[in-house]
Nanobody, 122 residues
Framework: QLQASGGGLVQAGGSLRLSCVVS????????MGWFRQAPGKAREFVAA????????NYADSVKGRFTVSRDNAKNTVYLEMNSLKPEDTAVYYC?????????????????WGRGTLVTVSS
């Protein structure tokens, strides 16, 4: 089970930190990712982190502004979002895939949380 939190309303240029707690004893065996879905749009890849936190991947649209990290001792993955823009407004989903390979394709992630809404006002 994945439970994301931390969403909310923020002004453009502001910051938010999303968290996702995973109820899984073998949390460190999973690549953890974040996707987002804006109204009327397809769900898209945002960021992912390897099992040990040593490798990350970001969508071009968030590079340099977002940082993904994890704490395996707490079974938690984070998404630090800075310099937020109105186009970042979306429901953000925490997701997991077993293994060591980071991918950006939605279909490769088997486990999904409910999502948390991020709204960025201009």
């Amino acid at each position: 089970q994945l439970q994301a939190s931390g969403g909310g309303l923020v002004q453009a240029g502001g910051s938010l930190r999303l968290s996702c707690v995973v109820s899984e004893r073998t949390f460190s065996s999973y690549v953890m990712g974040w996707f987002r879905q804006a109204p009327g749009k397809a769900r898209e890849f945002v960021a992912a982190v390897s099992w040990d936190g040593g490798t990350t991947n970001y969508a071009d649209s968030v590079k340099g502004r977002f940082t993904v990290s994890r704490d395996n001792a707490k079974n938690t993955v984070y998404l630090e979002m800075n310099s937020l823009k109105p186009e970042d407004t979306a429901v953000y989903y925490c997701t997991a895939r077993w293994g060591t390979v980071i991918t950006t394709m939605r279909a490769t992630y088997a486990y999904w949380g409910r999502g948390t809404l991020v709204t960025v006002s201009s």
